[in-house]
């Protein structure tokens, strides 16, 4: 059974059909690419699948649940978590306030506990603290836990992102080209982060990225997308060789 | 009805000195996207140097209200230079607080020149009440509407028509390209201080021609009066600021003859409050949605 | 070993713990023995409730304006709900005192509290410079209607208000405030608000209810400055709707930016600088606002201008510590 189930989904802004008829399908576990040129729908779609955006047509399904209406926080809840293109973290924050800011509905206690610090205050800060502090040693971030998140440098600041995703339990992870800005060895470890990610959290991912090292290296199928429509989909080798893609890409 | 449409007559006239106000809340906000809360001070200041010009000095009033009107856009353009320019990459609330700290400044200058006494003063401007029928118009009122229409239509033109208009409207639009495209920033920015404090000194003289006494604190009510002015219109615009500005006056006083002149602030706030709900950029403001 | 030390963190009961508690009471005997003993004069002595009022008003603005992120120039408004309602609460009850000014401080609070949910709607729908201005009209509008009303006196105000404030009183809601605002910061409750100042949209993405957390924070400050209110009202025993305008507010909000947003220490500071400083500057009455004003503006200009990060890289200032909100250790 598939996790996400996307059906003819499709948005316009104004007169614009910035997505148009798009199905998707990924199946659990699967580490999904979502490719296509500048301007393509990519980050729309990403929009629409976690609530930012509300589609005009179409339905989306995670694990059987519609999702279509809900808010990016229910849908947060639902299971679905993602990182930005352009990073958005909790800035004057610390880097371990930043995964546990996103452990918010994990670990719950009442505001009357926070205001007068119970004991069982103290018991689930510590599990909080121990939980953001696991996640992080993933990412190697566990010793930049105390700096502000806005002092971390750029590629640590994308991974601090993903971390703080993965910290919502979410059942799909979307990432935002999670390569950007990142050298060749930064991407090949982040590439096998994700991969350690997915099996170790046992996790769905669908990811949006430019680097077709990355896609190629550890996408199991990817989508193509062209002016908001499908262009192809399937395994990279046979989707990056169709001519379709290659013209799009490079231009008649 | 005849008082009815009296009070509209005097709704327009104030309100068209809060519209002149506004407009200096607007243009500067736009452009350097601050709050200038010592805007409203400058009206203050334009009173008291007419009062030295034309009282102490004894200069005619076509001579004292040219100098008003020059000291109080140099004053402007030093603000912004001393206080704001320094800011410009700062957190917008360092910028409030400074403008806040540069409104008691202009304050408490004032009460250590001229102290805390209102000072009567006498209208320069001698124009007889005009009766149409039994509704009575001040000759305050009448000169107060004729010049504002004559300031908003130049400014309408200097935006639309000229080209340090046009650099203007650049500036406020996008501040790094239009330095790309060879505009002098700085310049446009002192220009926009300059006329801004301009038509504040031109609604300062207004002002005490209407109610005749000049104080320290003066500035401050019809300060903060046209600048929820501005923002009633949407700030930014600037015909925005010119019907939020009409519209307050307007509402203003009709509320003070036929609701009640305690509960007057709280309608006009109330007024604002509806609209932002409504529209939250206001009136005419662009509404500007955040990309993610 | 591991599993003794794990204990002792799970407990309320910490060195930690026990150190403020101690504090907290060695503070109460400094303040009974500025206010009792002879070391300051009368004048300096009236300060100190004002002080501890300023100190409540400005930590409660923080949550709002620091953690929250949201300017709001209505703070003085809330105070004036409390100021009244505890007021007519004490001018009405036949009850013992400290009854009666319990009830006043709860109630008073509370209703502020429920004007905090009104605010809310705004809240929501707009940002920055706009909610601004709607927190200044909301200020004045309730200005207005006290002054407007008949059981607030109108224009006259209230007096004879019995003067049930004292220090001890202050004291203990300003501890109470500063514990209760500090806990919440250092919460998953407080994080949240924080992470929504940060960005909005990654906090909706990470799952947090934007719109629960906003109103959350400005409902909890409006309680604590209808509380200062209350406090402000059976101190001077007479109040007008006068006290209460958006000058008021923005007094409160220069405190809080003087102490540097998000900084509750910062914010303590300020409050008790910022009350002290005119009473001192009082021979030099004239320029004392002038002052003020030249210090305010100095004060951004160096600390908001990289004058200070540029003198502080150069070696020619010692670093200062910031007292904006820095938690990297």
Same mark, same amino acid.
């Given at each position: 059974?598939?996790?996400?189930?996307?059906?003819?989904?499709?948005?316009?802004?104004?007169?614009?059909?910035?997505?148009?008829?798009?199905?998707?399908?990924?199946?659990?576990?699967?580490?999904?690419?979502?490719?296509?040129?500048?301007?393509?729908?990519?980050?729309?779609?990403?929009?629409?699948?976690?609530?930012?955006?509300?589609?005009?047509?179409?339905?989306?399904?995670?694990?059987?649940?519609?999702?279509?209406?809900?808010?990016?926080?229910?849908?947060?809840?639902?299971?679905?978590?993602?990182?930005?293109?352009?990073?958005?973290?909790?800035?004057?924050?610390?880097?371990?306030?930043?995964?546990?800011?996103?452990?918010?509905?994990?670990?719950?206690?009442?505001?009357?506990?926070?205001?007068?610090?119970?004991?069982?205050?103290?018991?689930?800060?510590?599990?909080?603290?121990? $939980?953001?502090?696991?996640?992080?040693?993933?990412?190697?971030?566990?010793?930049?836990?105390?700096?502000?998140?806005?002092?971390?440098?750029?590629?640590?600041?994308?991974?601090?992102?993903?971390?703080?995703?993965?910290?919502?339990?979410?059942?799909?992870?979307?990432?935002?080209?999670?390569?950007?800005?990142?050298?060749?060895?930064?991407?090949?470890?982040?590439?096998?982060?994700?991969?350690?990610?997915?099996?170790?959290?046992?996790?769905?991912?669908?990811?949006?990225?430019?680097?077709?090292?990355?896609?190629?290296?550890?996408?199991?199928?990817?989508?193509?997308?062209?002016?908001?429509?499908?262009?192809?989909?399937?395994?990279?080798?046979?989707?990056?060789?169709?001519?379709?893609?290659?013209?799009?890409?490079?231009?008649? | 009805?005849?008082?009815?449409?009296?009070?509209?007559?005097?709704?327009?006239?104030?309100?068209?000195?809060?519209?002149?106000?506004?407009?200096?809340?607007?243009?500067?906000?736009?452009?350097?996207?601050?709050?200038?809360?010592?805007?409203?001070?400058?009206?203050?200041?334009?009173?008291?140097?007419?009062?030295?010009?034309? !009282?102490?000095?004894?200069?005619?009033?076509?001579?004292?209200?040219?100098?008003?009107?020059?000291?109080?856009?140099?004053?402007?353009?030093?603000?912004?230079?001393?206080?704001?320019?320094?800011?410009?990459?700062?957190?917008?609330?360092?910028?409030?607080?400074?403008?806040?700290?540069?409104?008691?400044?202009?304050?408490?200058?004032?009460?250590?020149?001229?102290?805390?006494?209102?000072?009567?003063?006498?209208?320069?401007?001698? !124009?007889?009440?005009?009766?149409?029928?039994?509704?009575?118009?001040?000759?305050?009122?009448?000169?107060?509407?004729?010049?504002?229409?004559?300031?908003?239509?130049?400014?309408?033109?200097?935006?639309?028509?000229?080209?340090?208009?046009?650099?203007?409207?650049?500036?406020?639009?996008?501040?790094?390209?239009?330095?790309?495209?060879?505009?002098?920033?700085?310049?446009?920015?002192?220009?926009?201080?300059?006329?801004?404090?301009?038509?504040?000194?031109?609604?300062?003289?207004?002002?005490?021609?209407?109610?005749?006494?000049?104080?320290?604190?003066?500035?401050?009510?019809? #300060?903060?009066?046209?600048?929820?002015?501005? !923002?009633?219109?949407?700030?930014?615009?600037?015909?925005?600021?010119?019907?939020? #500005?009409?519209?307050?006056?307007?509402?203003?006083?009709?509320?003070?003859?036929?609701?009640?002149?305690?509960?007057?602030?709280?309608?006009?706030?109330?007024?604002?409050?509806?609209?932002?709900?409504?529209?939250?950029?206001?009136?005419?403001?662009?509404?500007?949605?955040?990309?993610? | 070993?591991?599993?003794?030390?794990?204990?002792?963190?799970?407990?309320?009961?910490?060195?930690?713990?026990?150190?403020?508690?101690?504090?907290?009471?060695?503070?109460?005997?400094?303040?009974?023995?500025?206010?009792?003993?002879?070391?300051?004069?009368?004048?300096?002595?009236?300060?100190? !409730?004002?002080?501890?009022?300023?100190?409540?008003?400005?930590?409660?603005?923080?949550?709002?304006?620091?953690?929250?992120?949201?300017?709001?120039?209505?703070?003085?408004?809330?105070?004036?709900?409390?100021?009244?309602?505890?007021?007519?609460?004490?001018?009405?009850?036949?009850?013992?005192?400290?009854?009666?000014?319990?009830?006043?401080?709860?109630?008073?609070?509370?209703?502020?509290?429920?004007?905090?949910?009104?605010? #809310?709607?705004?809240?929501?729908?707009? $940002?920055?410079?706009?909610?601004?201005?709607?927190?200044?009209?909301?200020?004045?509008?309730?200005?207005?209607?006290?002054?407007?009303?008949?059981?607030?006196?109108?224009?006259?105000?209230?007096?004879?208000?019995?003067?049930?404030?004292?220090?001890?009183?202050?004291?203990?809601?300003?501890?109470?405030?500063?514990?209760?605002?500090?806990?919440?910061?250092?919460?998953?409750?407080?994080?949240?608000?924080?992470?929504?100042?940060?960005?909005?949209?990654?906090?909706?993405?990470?799952?947090?209810?934007?719109?629960?957390?906003?109103?959350?924070?400005?409902?909890?400050?409006?309680?604590?400055?209808?509380?200062?209110?209350?406090?402000?009202?059976?101190?001077?025993?007479?109040?007008?709707?006068?006290?209460?305008?958006?000058?008021?507010?923005?007094?409160?909000?220069?405190?809080?930016?003087?102490?540097?947003?998000?900084?509750?220490?910062?914010?303590?500071?300020?409050?008790?600088?910022?009350?002290?400083?005119?009473?001192?500057?009082?021979?030099?009455?004239?320029?004392?606002?002038?002052?003020?004003?030249?210090?305010?503006?100095?004060?951004?200009?160096?600390?908001?201008?990289?004058?200070?990060?540029?003198?502080?890289?150069?070696? $020619?200032?010692?670093?200062?510590?910031?007292?904006?909100?820095?938690?990297?250790?």
């Amino acid at each position: 059974m598939s996790l996400l189930e996307v059906k003819n989904l499709g948005i316009s802004f104004g007169g614009l059909r910035a997505v148009d008829d798009v199905n998707l399908n990924i199946e659990k576990g699967q580490l999904y690419g979502l490719i296509g040129p500048n301007g393509a729908g990519k980050t729309t779609i990403f929009n629409l699948l976690t609530g930012v955006y509300r589609p005009t047509t179409g339905t989306i399904k995670l694990d059987g649940v519609d999702i279509v209406g809900k808010s990016p926080s229910e849908i947060c809840q639902t299971g679905i978590a993602r990182t930005f293109q352009n990073i958005r973290l909790f800035k004057k924050m610390t880097v371990l306030d930043n995964v546990k800011a996103a452990l918010h509905n994990q670990v719950k206690y009442s505001l009357i506990t926070s205001f007068f610090r119970t004991s069982s205050y103290y018991q689930l800060e510590k599990q909080m603290n121990e $939980k953001a502090m696991e996640i992080l040693k993933v990412f190697d971030l566990d010793g930049q836990a105390s700096y502000l998140a806005s002092n971390l440098p750029y590629g640590k600041q994308r991974k601090l992102e993903i971390a703080r995703g993965l910290a919502t339990n979410p059942k799909l992870l979307l990432l935002d080209e999670p390569a950007a800005g990142m050298n060749p060895n930064e991407t090949a470890e982040l590439m096998e982060t994700i991969r350690l990610v997915r099996d170790k959290y046992n996790i769905t991912i669908l990811l949006i990225e430019h680097d077709m090292k990355l896609v190629t290296g550890i996408c199991e199928k990817i989508l193509v997308l062209n002016f908001g429509t499908e262009l192809a989909t399937g395994v990279p080798e046979e989707v990056l060789n169709n001519p379709e893609v290659i013209t799009a890409y490079l231009g008649e | 009805m005849g008082s009815v449409l009296e009070q509209l007559i005097n709704g327009l006239g104030t309100g068209s000195i809060y519209a002149l106000i506004a407009l200096g809340y607007t243009m500067v906000y736009g452009i350097a996207k601050m709050i200038n809360f010592a805007h409203g001070d400058i009206i203050m200041v334009g009173a008291y140097v007419l009062y030295v010009t034309v !009282v102490q000095f004894k200069l005619p009033v076509i001579a004292a209200v040219a100098i008003t009107i020059t000291f109080c856009a140099v004053l402007g353009i030093t603000i912004e230079k001393i206080a704001y320019k320094p800011l410009r990459k700062a957190p917008s609330l360092a910028v409030l607080i400074t403008a806040i700290g540069m409104s008691f400044l202009l304050q408490s200058l004032a009460l250590l020149i001229f102290n805390a006494n209102p000072i009567a003063f006498k209208s320069i401007i001698n !124009v007889k009440t005009v009766k149409i029928g039994d509704i009575a118009v001040s000759g305050v009122t009448l000169v107060t509407l004729l010049v504002t229409l004559i300031c908003m239509i130049a400014l309408s033109l200097f935006i639309s028509k000229t080209k340090a208009g046009s650099a203007m409207r650049a500036v406020s639009e996008d501040k790094a390209a239009a330095q790309l495209m060879g505009i002098n920033v700085n310049k446009t920015i002192s220009m926009t201080f300059a006329i801004g404090s301009a038509l504040a000194a031109v609604a300062g003289i207004l002002f005490v021609c209407q109610y005749q006494s000049i104080k320290p604190t003066l500035g401050a009510l019809p #300060g903060i009066k046209a600048f929820v002015a501005a !923002v009633l219109g949407g700030i930014g615009s600037v015909p925005g600021a010119m019907i939020g #500005g009409v519209l307050l006056g307007v509402i203003e006083s009709i509320s003070k003859a036929y609701i009640s002149s305690e509960l007057t602030d709280a309608i006009v706030f109330g007024v604002l409050v509806l609209v932002l709900l409504v529209k939250p950029s206001g009136l005419l403001g662009k509404n500007r949605i955040e990309k993610v | 070993m591991q599993n003794i030390k794990s204990n002792k963190n799970h407990s309320a009961f910490t060195k930690k713990n026990l150190f403020i508690t101690a504090g907290i009471i060695l503070g109460f005997f400094v303040v009974m023995l500025l206010a009792e003993g002879s070391l300051l004069n009368r004048q300096y002595k009236s300060l100190i !409730v004002p002080i501890g009022i300023y100190i409540i008003l400005a930590v409660s603005l923080n949550l709002t304006t620091g953690f929250l992120g949201e300017l709001s120039l209505g703070h003085a408004g809330f105070m004036a709900i409390g100021a009244y309602t505890g007021a007519l609460i004490t001018l009405n009850l036949n009850m013992p005192e400290v009854a009666e000014f319990i009830i006043a401080l709860i109630v008073g609070g509370s209703i502020a509290a429920i004007f905090g949910v009104l605010i #809310g709607v705004p809240v929501l729908r707009l $940002k920055g410079d706009y909610l601004a201005i709607v927190t200044l009209a909301f200020n004045e509008i309730i200005r207005s209607i006290i002054n407007f009303l008949g059981i607030t006196g109108g224009a006259m105000g209230l007096s004879k208000i019995p003067r049930y404030t004292n220090y001890v009183w202050v004291y203990a809601m300003v501890v109470l405030t500063i514990i209760i605002i500090y806990n919440l910061v250092n919460s998953r409750h407080g994080r949240a608000i924080s992470a929504i100042r940060d960005n909005y949209v990654a906090a909706e993405s990470i799952g947090l209810k934007v719109s629960k957390y906003k109103v959350m924070a400005f409902v909890i400050a409006a309680f604590f400055a209808g509380i200062a209110g209350v406090l402000y009202g059976h101190n001077l025993s007479v109040l007008k709707p006068a006290d209460f305008d958006y000058n008021k507010s923005i007094e409160i909000l220069v405190i809080v930016v003087l102490g540097g947003m998000g900084s509750i220490r910062g914010s303590i500071i300020a409050a008790a600088i910022l009350t002290f400083l005119p009473e001192v500057l009082r021979a030099a009455d004239d320029f004392r606002m002038l002052l003020y004003a030249v210090v305010l503006i100095a004060m951004m200009l160096f600390n908001s201008s990289g004058i200070r990060t540029r003198l502080e890289e150069s070696g $020619k200032l010692p670093k200062l510590p910031k007292l904006t909100r820095n938690k990297a250790k």
